[in-house]
């Protein structure tokens, strides 16, 4: 079928073709809303009469900006070939895909009918007891398994292949995120209040170079395949499970890039708790959270790197027992301390960007919002000038604002 | 033309065929006469009533080891899309291509009748005025033009894309530059007197941690496309002329290899020179040549960033024009301080691994040749595990031997 943008009825039209998508949902009864609330796609929940699936279609644009800004609708196979990969190697935290419709630019996934999208589960102050240790298995499983530290030189160029002309939407992570939003731009975002704190940062020649050395990074590092927009939109979670889904930025970049999106999200929803709730149970999950995140990824890719006694970067006998440890320890902590400067990189472009995050815009109290914006921005310049220098986790926490 | 492996009575009958090449070297009369010294591919030079050419074929195997060392030769397919690409670039140092058959795995160029090997004129003391200033041209035009200083995010992805899948050939470096050298291996080369030295480096943990990072900086950090084996058996000269031949280990790697690789042949002739010659007007020779070398090739490279006010990492406004100066100076000192880096495991391996140079191994005297083994060594070392402190060319050259 020729592409062409569906909508609820046509999609109707579409399913009854096809029939793997008809087994699905049935052939009599199926109900289609429209449920895309992300930045970029459409989504479709179609609710069969003994189950759900989801349909998400791209198209030639960006979808939060119109026509006017045009992006590649290819992009769904990039995240088709990353879901895929995903689910492969952690089945329990990535949807299952159904279908595939290259050209019309359409995936079909199975539908979470149970799950909340996690950026709105925090926002409501919900408690996830597992998310920590599923994210931290999903964060170590693919980038361990993608990186040259599981592949063999040939299988990771192959699979690097698949991905390397994700172009488009890379260049929207160049510019929004490590770009316009530390210099005059159209496109930037500016709260009352906050011109002198983002006059004062876009002055500042030490913190800019160092947001285009991360730039460069992910530019140019090929470590292992990220999810590439690993924020708290693009998990769906419940009590018991969390799913990664939108992966439609994956390539291959810096290690630190996925690791540092979830940090900034956590510390994003952290700082709206901190300024905004009357107690601080919540805000004190959140940093407990981040925390057991980031010691379970630690202690998971430690385990992985360990059980791997020969790989593309290392053999046997290359060190002692004890030098490799210390290998293998160095490489974990400069993966963190790089996902700490990245995670200041999104925070930052958070609120001086394009795109906001609702956990700070949403917060309605202006002064209590002015508060909230130049917190999280205070956190991500220090993060960004320092993140080299952050040995731990502890060091981390012992860096941000436990009080209003 | 099915492939097989042609000797100098069958390239007979295959120029025959093919009009381009009868039309450069004649019908009736041209001799063939198998060249290749090298480690890998055969060569021909066919010499032409009028002109002659150069016919390199590749071989499915490690010419210098045999069958038994297997190697994609597709190799020959990575070299002529690298010699085109830097042919366009620098047409001044590249030779021209005159045909090429993948399925044969042959490409034919312009035979440089007049120039000979520059590690063979180098270990005859012969001087080349010009040199220093056209591989400083060559490497800041490739560097620079195939690099996203230059190319948009989506030509480099595309450019990338040609060749990152040369991975036999960057296994090999892998594995004889960054691996095999700095540990007990089968392949490794031992001149007698050299026990002693070899095995303290292998077991200093800070050395063989810096010789990995920058294993790893190879496999991963895809700033440009290099040569990817530029020593002085990779150039021809003569008085007024420089060309770079032989780029099939082309691919996307880090800035400093190319440059590492230069430094490291220059430092081991210079060594062999310092410890064998009578006077040192050869050896001070050499540490000019390289010291002009790297002057001129970071002031080309900064003219090169200076020309291109906006590019896939920087638009005009990002910096003001003071902080966009002093972000090009760093950018070429790292660029060189990881030269330094890899020109130090490219000394090592040629002194502890399996492919040595004939400026050292070819020294007679047992005596002389251990003194250079243990001073390139010492050398070698020394810029692994100190390359991001050496702060320019007079620094190096402050460290590095001046008397026997």
Redesign the interface.
Known sequence: MEYQILTSETLQTYIRRIKSLRDLVGNRSFKIREVGDGNLNYVFIVEGEHQGIIVKQSVPFLRCIGESWQLSKDRILFETAALKKFHDLVPSHVPAIYYADQQMCLVAMRYLDDHIILRKGLIASQKYPHFAEHVATFLANTLFKTS?FFLS??EK??L??QF??N??L??LS?DLVF?FP????DSNHQFPGMEEFAAELRSD?DF??SV?SL??RF?????ALLHGDLHTGSIMVNERDTYIIDPEFAFFGPFGFDIGALIANLLLSYVAHLICDSDKSYSVWLLDTLKEFLAKFQSRFLDLLRSQESN????P????RQ?LE??HQ?IVLKMVQEGYGFAGCKMARRILGLAGVADIRGIEDRNKRLAAEKMALGIAKDLIKNFEKINSCNDLLSRIPHDR
């Not at 530390?182 to 731009?185: E, L, N």
């Not at 530019?219 to 470590?223: G, K, P, S």
């Not at 006998?317 to 002692?320: A, N, Q, T, V």
Request: aromatic share 12%; charged share 35%.
């Open positions: 040259s030189s040939k160029s192959e690097e292949s390397n002309t172009c488009d890379c260049k160049e770009t530390y210099m005059s731009h020649a800019k170079r285009l730039k460069y530019m140019t590092q090929r470590d593309a970067v290392l053999i006998g290359f060190f002692s030098d210390r290998y160095e």
